[in-house]
């Protein structure tokens, strides 16, 4: 057949079988060499039958062949064809990741693999992932923990979830993946990943090749080129904690400091944020299982800018570490005024310059006035540095002031009251009233007063 034909128009040539044009002669075999023929006709004669029986017999057999080997052929087909893929279960996938969380923080990357295999490039990078960036930490506890994503049976939302060092809390999150889990003959194997692309370097999963620090009530996290970094801010740790004394913070338990070597870094680890591109040094509320944030605060730092710091490294620290261990003061005020979780971090911190200050309470507190700082809900938004630098000085010159007025003793109740008020002036007044026992404009007079007479 020459189908060729067609893609020319011409109607394709039935088959090649027909006599050759102008050679008519050559097919006719059974005119040659006629002398043989009568010997071939007696052997044909005799073996005609027996050739017969054979075929009868060859299809006899194969017929039977059919009706009784092919049932068996189709009886036990598992065992020698792949086994079929089925959706792990929840518990299923509990027994596997729980093998794999064990062997995650013993850092036993053979047993990883055996207790959660992987099939693809995807789930196999993806596991691969947790266990380079989360299997360094120090983990006092840890389990991966699925959640089974609702409608798609296997997937199951992985978060690997545990307790840093003698940090809290204990459910705090250092990564999560999205995970399809299939059941392979009797193993739980990874077969897909879905996890969104801002989740991949959330949590601790931002650090490249992580180290931990531990020092001075602090477990600093690094990259291992800012290991340096994270020593010199564990060792800052030892003057930081004694200056929280001034507001009458014993440290109890130990603070998280993630040392971060980009804001790119910095971003990935919160998710996205935070939208204050100024952001270098900041406590946050560390991620965890349950919603209700931990008591003490993360603190995180962009690495590069603690370069040259020097001296006032440790007062940084000091400012954050006033962050992580008051915020708990505002766990159930009505509100938690910027103005006064600043004001506290400030005076801890100490070692500002109150020019600015004593300028502005000169001119009459016209560029930020005391009550409506106080009331701002967030210093940053829409200020300039000078105008937050401003407003910072003055909530330190507050803090300051009651404590040289009426003693630590009255600091947090003053906080506290002016932080579960309505935050009007009448608010401010009334809470001013209950915690210190004098109106607003006497608290506003003296606190000018003071502001003048700061170095
Ligand atoms: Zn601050």
């Not at 266990?131 to 978060?159: E, K």
């Not at 692309?197 to 620090?213: G, K």
């Not at 930020?368 to 003055?394: I, K, T």
Request: aromatic share 8%.
């Amino acid at each position: 057949m020459e189908l060729g034909y067609t893609r020319a128009g011409v109607r394709p040539t039935a088959g090649c079988s027909g006599p050759a044009r102008g050679r008519p002669g050559r097919f006719r075999a059974p005119t040659a060499e006629p002398r043989t023929i009568g010997l071939m006709d007696s052997a044909q004669r005799t073996v005609r039958p027996w050739l017969m029986l054979f075929v009868v017999a060859g299809a006899i057999f194969v017929l039977a062949g059919f009706v009784f080997l092919l049932p068996l052929a189709f009886d036990e087909p598992q065992a020698a064809l792949p086994p079929v893929a089925r959706a792990a279960t929840p518990e299923e996938a509990r027994v596997a990741l729980g093998r794999a969380a064990k062997a995650l923080r013993a850092g036993d990357r053979v047993a990883y693999r055996a207790a959660l295999p992987a099939s693809g490039v995807a789930a196999r990078r993806s596991l691969g992932e947790l266990f380079r960036h989360l299997s360094p930490l120090p983990w006092t506890r840890l389990t991966l923990l699925g959640t089974q994503v609702p409608g798609v049976p296997g997937r199951f939302d992985v978060r690997a979830v545990g307790q840093l060092g003698r940090t809290g809390p204990r459910d705090r999150i250092g990564g999560e993946r999205i995970l399809d889990l299939q059941m392979l003959a009797s193993r739980v194997v990874a077969t897909g990943d879905s996890t969104p692309p801002a989740v991949r370097r959330q949590y601790l999963m931002s650090f490249h090749d992580p180290v931990a620090v531990s020092g001075n009530g602090l477990l600093v996290l690094a990259d291992r080129r800012s290991k340096d970094r994270a020593e010199a801010l564990a060792d800052a740790g030892a003057s930081a904690r004694t200056r929280l004394a001034l507001v009458g913070v014993e440290p109890d338990a130990s603070v998280l400091v993630s040392v971060f070597s980009s804001l790119e870094d910095l971003k990935a680890s919160l998710g996205g944020g935070p939208d204050e591109d100024r952001i270098r040094y900041f406590s946050h509320a560390g991620p965890r299982l349950r919603p209700r944030p931990w008591r003490i605060l993360d603190i995180g730092v962009l690495g590069p800018s603690l370069d040259g710091t020097g001296a006032w490294m440790p007062l940084m620290l000091s400012h954050e570490m006033t962050h992580a261990y008051t915020k708990q003061w505002f766990a159930k005020t009505v509100h938690a005024p910027t103005f006064l979780l600043e004001g506290l971090a400030t005076a801890v911190e100490g070692g500002r310059d109150w020019t600015p200050l004593r300028e502005e309470v000169a001119t009459g507190n016209q560029l930020w006035p005391l009550l409506d700082a106080m009331a701002a809900g967030n210093l940053w938004m829409g200020s300039s540095n000078e105008q937050v630098r401003l407003a910072y000085l003055e909530a330190s010159a507050v803090v300051l002031y009651v404590l040289d007025r009426w003693g630590l003793a009255k600091l947090r109740p003053f906080v506290t009251a002016v932080a579960d008020s309505d935050l009007t002036e009448g608010g401010i007044d009334k809470a001013v009233r209950e915690s210190l026992a004098v109106s607003w404009d006497e608290f506003y007079a003296g606190w000018k007063d003071y502001a003048l007479a700061l170095p």
